[in-house]
């Protein structure tokens, strides 16, 4: 079942995930052209990769990539592999900002961090 082309279009999904969400979690100002292409890029892939394998292309002499994406899609294995790369790739980043927003805050966080506890204590107050 998994041959050379499905190995390939497993790890070149792992790839554009993860770069993708890699993108994301470096992201510091949220726009909707940001939610736009980051979120896009992903549905593009997606359905260009649904088409791709999913037409016999008449210009085409041969046609190796022939519903190799949808089958990978119907594999449980495929889809654990998917989610396990992508989460054992972005957890070291993750792990490494959590840290360094505890350790070593920046001006912007500390004052978030600030905000947050005088809120907390106006609550408290109300509450009282």
């Known amino acids: 079942m998994f041959g050379n082309w499905t190995f390939g279009t497993l790890v070149f999904t792992v ?12 992201t510091h100002y949220w726009t909707w052209i940001n939610h736009f292409v980051i979120w896009g890029s992903l549905v593009f892939f997606v359905v260009f990769s649904l088409l791709w394998g999913g ?3 008449p210009f085409l002499n041969y046609q190796r ?5 949808m089958q990978i899609l119907s594999s449980g294995p495929a889809w654990l ?12 980043d993750v ?13 912007t966080e500390r004052i978030q961090v600030g905000t947050s506890r005088n809120l907390n204590c106006a609550v408290s107050v109300i509450y009282l």
């Open 95 to 107: 792990v490494k900002k959590v840290f360094w927003r505890a350790l070593w805050p920046t001006t």
């Open 55 to 57: 037409i016999i292309w």
């Open 65 to 69: 990539m022939y519903y190799v994406f």
């Open 15 to 26: 790839l554009v995930f993860t770069v993708t969400f890699k993108l994301a979690l470096d």
């Open 81 to 92: 592999s998917i989610i396990l790369l992508i989460t054992a790739s972005l957890l070291p």
